[in-house]
Structures are given as structure tokens and as C-alpha cells.
């Protein structure tokens, strides 16, 4: 079952904004676990909201992962596979950055 998205961004939110890089990993990785066990439809505009927090404070390696997911899953936006992008290129995956952004161009 996926958490409750409005809750979920506040918690992120709260995590991040008091420096909590561990706790704000270990809901993201719960999170992800989430998205890969479950169906059920995820607010875009929360989904996007996570990704913007994550690159707010520098979570690359969580805004990959929790971008992958979302991709993966058919969870995801245009603003959410750009966000994954530059978490690419941030982490010096470029030819997978480049290649993300490719396919943005052509859709």
C-alpha cells in the first residue's frame, strides 16, 4: 500500500529541513519499496514535489532511485524524467543523462 502522498512530502519535508539525511533516505528507500509493491495510482504533483525536495538539498543518489522507481513503475511526468536526468548528470552518469533527455525531445 503506497503512503499517504500529502503526508508523505510533509515528512520528507520536515526530514530535510532539519538536516536528516539518513531518516530522509530510509523513507525514500521505504517509499520506492512501495511503489514497486503496489498498483495503485501516486499524485503526480506529490511525486514531483518529492523529486524537487531531494534536489533542493543535493539527494542525488535518493532522486535517482526514487526517480528510477517512479519511471519504472509508469509513475511518472515530464518534470519527473528531467528531475531524473539531472540527478543523472549530477552523479556523472552522463550518457544515461543525455540518452533520458534524448527521448524527452523526441516525446
Known amino acids: 500500500m503506497l503512503p499517504d502522498p500529502t503526508a508523505l512530502v510533509m515528512h520528507l519535508q520536515q ?13 525514500c528507500s521505504k517509499f520506492i519499496a512501495a511503489l514497486y509493491n503496489s498498483d495503485e ?3 503526480q504533483k506529490h511525486a514531483e514535489k518529492i523529486m524537487q525536495l ?17 519511471i519504472q513503475t509508469g509513475r511518472h511526468t515530464l518534470k519527473i524524467r528531467r528531475l531524473y536526468a539531472q540527478a543523472l548528470s549530477d552523479l556523472a552518469c552522463l550518457t544515461a543523462a543525455v540518452a533520458v533527455l534524448n527521448n524527452l525531445v523526441s516525446d
Open 41 to 43: 495510482p501516486f499524485s
Open 15 to 27: 526530514l530535510l529541513t532539519a538536516f536528516d539525511k539518513k531518516g530522509a533516505g530510509e523513507l
Open 54 to 70: 531531494l534536489r533542493n538539498k543535493r539527494m542525488f543518489h535518493w532522486m535517482q532511485k526514487t526517480g528510477d522507481a517512479l
